[in-house]
T-cell receptor
Framework: GAVVSQHPSWVICKSGTSVKIECRSLDFQATTMFWYRQFPKQSLMLMATSNEGSKATYEQGVEKDKFLINHASLTLSTLTVTSAHPEDSSFYIC????????????FGPGTRLTVL | GQNIDQPTEMTATEGAIVQINCTYQTSGFNGLFWYQQHAGEAPTFLSYNVLDGLEEKGRFSSFLSRSKGYSYLLLKELQMKDSASYLCAVRGGDSGGYQKVTFGTGTKLQVIP
């Protein structure tokens, strides 16, 4: 099956610093990638949808200047949390979808961000 | 917007059958998904329904009734490893063509010996 990787798997940073999370589709071309955030005991909340080569579409309430998304190639998307604060601590999960298997999203293993 | 409702927790016995229900409200319905998520891990895809009826895949089956805004996930011959959260997700959107997948809060299933 299709594999999506995320790096890093976990990160601890100081308040005010920026953190970049990478999402890669390893064996398929991801025309669309999604970024989710999940707080403890809550469901996945879609943050943004990105299509390769175009600007990301952010969900209502998600600050695009704080959560920078770049989908520069068909296998890589990055999420940068700028000037992170403790309330940004969460589990960030990306998923990818290829054109052929449109109905299925393949999820990465997630990145646990802790901001001190 | 989209509204998805599923029970918070369920408990079932190893070897038994359990049904997890999901009700939803959305405009422009274009598919319902079930995912399994173990604690601290990312979700894994289980099933996809877009037409009414039952989809069977091994020990797991998923049912959809679009007129009732209702789906269920049926797990047979429960195993201890089936203890996880099961997420119902609906794809829908507005008439403008932008569609997104919205996840329910998940049902935490505990399988006991």
């Amino acid at each position: 099956g299709a594999v999506v990787s995320q790096h890093p798997s976990w990160v601890i940073c100081k308040s005010g610093t920026s953190v970049k999370i990478e999402c890669r589709s390893l064996d398929f071309q991801a025309t669309t990638m999604f970024w989710y955030r999940q707080f403890p005991k809550q469901s996945l909340m879609l943050m943004a949808t990105s299509n390769e080569g175009s600007k990301a579409t952010y969900e209502q309430g998600v600050e695009k200047d704080k959560f920078l998304i770049n989908h520069a190639s068909l296998t890589l998307s990055t999420l940068t949390v700028t000037s992170a604060h403790p309330e940004d601590s969460s589990f960030y999960i990306c998923s990818a979808r290829e054109f052929v298997t449109y109905n299925e999203q393949f999820f990465g293993p997630g990145t646990r961000l802790t901001v001190l | 917007g989209q509204n998805i409702d599923q029970p918070t927790e369920m408990t079932a016995t190893e070897g038994a059958i359990v049904q997890i229900n999901c009700t939803y409200q959305t405009s422009g319905f274009n598919g319902l998904f079930w995912y399994q998520q173990h604690a601290g891990e990312a979700p894994t895809f289980l099933s996809y329904n877009v037409l009414d009826g039952l989809e069977e895949k091994g020990r797991f089956s998923s049912f959809l009734s679009r007129s009732k805004g209702y789906s269920y996930l049926l797990l047979k011959e429960l195993q201890m490893k089936d203890s996880a959260s099961y997420l119902c997700a609906v794809r829908g959107g507005d008439s403008g063509g932008y569609q997104k997948v919205t996840f329910g809060t998940g049902t935490k299933l505990q399988v006991i010996p």
